[in-house]
Each structure stands twice: as C-alpha cells, then as structure tokens.
C-alpha cells in the first residue's frame, strides 16, 4: 500500500473514531440524567383561587417541558390517610424540573397557590429505563 493510501485510511480511521466516541460519550451523558418527576400532595382551602392557579400554571409548566401524570384525578389509600388531591409532572431530568419550579413565571403564581391550598411538593429523581 503506497503512503497515499495509508494516509486517506489512517484519515478515515481516524474520524470514524471521533465520531463514534462523541456519540457514545453524548449518550454516557444522557444516562447521569434520569427523568425526574414533580410530586404535591395538595389541600384545596379556596376553590375558586385555586383554579385560578391551576390555569396559569398549565401554561408554565408545558413552557419548560413538563408533562402531567396525574392532576388531582383519584386518590386511593393502600396505608394511611390519602393525600386530598395529588398533582404529579414528569420531567426530562432534575435540572428542567428546578428550572420551572424557580422560574420568574412560576414564582408570580405561588402565592395564588399558597393562599388558596396548603401544599406540600418535592422532586423525585427516576430511573432510567
């Protein structure tokens, strides 16, 4: 095989190479971010203002990616006093959920939210499937 050719294939090798480690180093990273999910266990004192709430924040939460599981649907106890209502939203990872949660969008509503419920809500991190 004549340097020319030696070169071109060692070329080829080459970028094979990169390519296929930036696309196995791009999915290392997608997998040290699972999915995580919003949970709220909520109690309704003011109906009307919740609702309020609960329009406004549809629209924030779908802006930063967030999907509703579950939205106050029925609540069955299997241990304990069930939750009143129980909100859940699933996000592509830690990092999307804190952004909506600390959002300047999401902050306007929060005392909407905390004069019209008492709420308790956290973050669970998912596993990746």
Do not use: C
Not at 64 to 89: N, S, W
Request: net charge positive; hydrophobic share 40%.
């Amino acid at each position: 095989m004549n340097s020319r050719h030696t070169f071109a294939v060692s070329a080829i090798t080459l970028v094979l190479g990169v390519a296929i480690g930036a696309a196995t180093n791009q999915r290392l990273h997608a997998q040290t971010n699972p999915p995580a999910y919003f949970f709220a266990e909520i109690d309704v004192t003011d109906p009307d203002a919740y609702r309020t709430y609960v329009e406004r924040n549809t629209s924030v939460v779908n802006s930063f990616g967030g999907r509703f599981l579950a939205r106050g649907g029925k609540t069955t106890a299997m241990d304990g006093e069930p939750p009143k209502r129980v909100v859940i939203i699933a996000w592509e990872n830690e990092d999307k959920a804190k952004a909506w949660y600390t959002s300047a969008a999401y902050k306007e509503i929060t005392p909407i939210r905390d004069n019209a419920a008492k709420f308790r809500g956290f973050i669970v991190e998912g596993v990746q499937n």
